[in-house]
């Protein structure tokens, strides 16, 4: 109970000081700060597979690439506006999870890990081979449109439009899933991750939960990857690399797993330590490393759940 | 065959079941009435459990069948058997660790209930059918006042009462125990029995356990497993006084 008013209120804090910001910050902070917003959503995703229901998917860098080719190609293809563009990378990220989630949510844990891995790996060269459709390596880029139809006063070109659209996507996509979470779903999650065989020896079908979880959090990395490419205006076979299936892991490990909104946390340290470090060191990921131990030793479940450790008692 | 014995809750006709050459459960019949409390005993490796994985559906039986309340339930999955009315515990107590005791029974009751619109969008209250349903059960098997603690915190005697908690909350009319003694202080161990004993009234129950003692005392039929066989059923005094048995049990030669 205590926990999730402290959750609450960091998620309201963080959702508010991101507000702010997007008016205050020169234009290279503000750039960071959308990155980290469009990464969020991606890793509150990413918390309800793995930190909701145990799934550890290394597969996730397919719905984040798929996602960013739904938004491309729909405005490079069908002219459509911004928002017709996230709809598109959305449907294209619900249909894949769910042909994905058919085919692995049934494996038990090291089986599922190695298949959406190997999946992975063949969207990856897929991506890279049809050149035609997705332009390889150097990827597709378009203009930004504007967010729809012939209203062309609001284009994502407009850095500020571009912070908003990322920081409204970012506040709809936090209070869905924590309604969800919220409601009898959340609590038969939280069954299935205590004791997936006891859920089903109460009369859960523990596939079809695990399934929807599934599908959950592939949506949301499709979202993100499909903000992601609208702000950086293309999109290429790079987005479907396995760093893209690691990142969420780190972010979600970093900040808390299972709090749903820790990753904010790990988004934010990941991005800034990349942003500032390595201008001066380019091995920073190795320092970043170091970072990550530090923090699993301190506290395993992450800086968010060490805080709430302590805020309990 | 299907409720060929309309006074049974479960028939189980013939079943049999291999694990590559061995044979853990061999061309096993067995009847549950209403109402009935019936021991299972035998010695390790018997297919006790075995036996309860194939009524359940956690296993498929290479051949038999399985009738709950008359209804062929054979190769059905676990989930929609409970939902039918036919609930288990396991030998290595199985809860939900890092829920509260509250919610451990709330997760089993709602699971009869859920409907796609509920699941997403209800809100949890504390109050309302399932709220009494979960206080309910709590005084039954007597941890009303432990009600907001984390499962793992309950003492070990006290999870293995959480669970049957847990199993009843699905309301059952079949209800399968294995050994809910087992590794019990024999204080809890005599307040589950008591527990058993009170359920035994409102519904069947199937207990498998290695006190005989205890099994003496509950049930009133026990049913011998050695080898994946029924080697004899009877009343109590009939199992006691059964050579098999006792070769079985004390190892006698002879006789």
């Known amino acids: 109970m205590e926990n999730k008013r402290l959750l609450s209120w960091f998620a309201t804090l963080s959702l508010a000081i991101f507000a702010v910001l997007g008016f205050t910050l020169p234009s290279g902070a503000r750039s960071l700060a959308i990155q980290i917003m469009v990464f969020s959503i991606f890793a509150m995703g990413y918390d309800i597979s793995l930190g909701f229901t145990n799934q550890c998917s290394l597969g996730h860098s397919i719905f984040f690439g798929v996602g960013a080719y739904g938004a491309i190609l729909s405005i490079a293809k069908m002219k459509t506006g911004a928002i017709g563009a996230v709809g598109s990378g959305l449907g294209a990220g619900f249909v894949v999870a769910l042909i994905l989630g058919l085919i692995c949510v049934r494996l038990s844990e090291a089986y599922f890990v190695i298949v959406t891995a190997i999946i992975s790996a063949v969207f990856h060269l897929l991506a ?39 920081l409204l996507f970012l506040t709809v996509t936090y209070l869905i899933l924590v309604r969800m979470l919220r409601a009898p779903l959340g609590k038969v999650f939280a069954a299935i991750r205590g004791n997936d065989t006891r859920a089903l020896f109460l009369g859960y079908n523990v596939f079809r939960y695990k399934l929807i979880a599934f599908i959950i959090s ?69 320092l970043f490393g170091v970072l990550i131990l530090v923090i699993l030793r301190v506290s395993i479940k992450g800086v968010l759940g060490y805080v709430l450790k302590r805020g309990s008692g | 065959m299907a409720g060929q014995y309309t006074d049974y809750v479960l028939e189980v006709h013939n079943i049999s079941k291999h694990f590559g050459g061995l044979t853990a459960v061999d061309n096993v019949s067995y009847f549950v009435g209403k109402n009935e409390i019936k021991g299972l005993i035998g010695p390790n490796g018997a297919g006790k459990t075995t036996l309860f994985n194939l009524i359940t559906g956690y296993l498929k039986p290479n051949s038999g069948k399985v009738y709950l309340n008359g209804v062929d339930i054979t190769g059905d999955p676990p989930d929609k058997i409970c939902r039918m009315g036919l609930s288990r515990t396991f030998q290595l107590t199985l809860i939900f660790p890092d829920m509260t005791v509250y919610d451990c029974i709330w997760v089993g009751l709602y699971s009869r209930r859920k409907r796609p619109w509920n699941l997403l969008f209800s809100r949890i209250e504390r109050k309302g059918e399932i709220a009494e349903k979960v206080e309910e059960i709590c005084h039954l098997v007597g941890l009303e006042s432990r009600m907001d603690e984390v499962a793992t915190d309950l003492s070990y005697g006290d999870q293995k009462i959480l669970e049957i908690a847990m199993a009843l909350s699905t309301d059952p009319v079949l209800l399968l125990l294995d050994e809910p003694t087992q590794g019990v202080s024999p204080k809890e161990a005599e307040n589950i029995v008591a527990l058993i004993e009170r359920l035994s009234q409102k519904m069947s129950i199937v207990l498998i356990e290695h006190d005989i003692d205890i099994v003496m005392r509950v049930c009133r039929t026990i049913t011998v497993l050695n080898f994946g066989k029924v080697v004899a059923e009877g009343s109590c005094e009939e199992i006691a006084s059964n050579s098999d048995v006792q070769k079985i049990y004390l190892g006698v030669e002879g006789t």
């Open chain 1, 128 to 166: 890279m081979d049809m050149t035609w459709l997705t332009g390889g390596d150097d990827g597709i880029t378009v203009i930004p449109p504007a967010l729809f139809g012939k209203f062309t006063q609001l284009s994502l070109s407009n850095p500020l439009v571009n912070y908003y659209f990322v």
């Open chain 1, 218 to 286: 592939g949506v949301c990395g499709a979202l993100s990857g499909a903000l992601y490419a609208l702000t950086l205006r293309y999109a290429s076979a790079d987005f479907f690399s396995f760093y893209w299936s690691i990142v969420p892991i780190v972010w979600c490990l970093i900040g808390g797993l299972g709090t749903l909104v820790g990753c904010f946390i790990g988004v934010a340290l990941m991005s800034i330590f990349q942003y500032y470090v390595s201008a001066w060191f380019t091995h920073y990921l190795l």
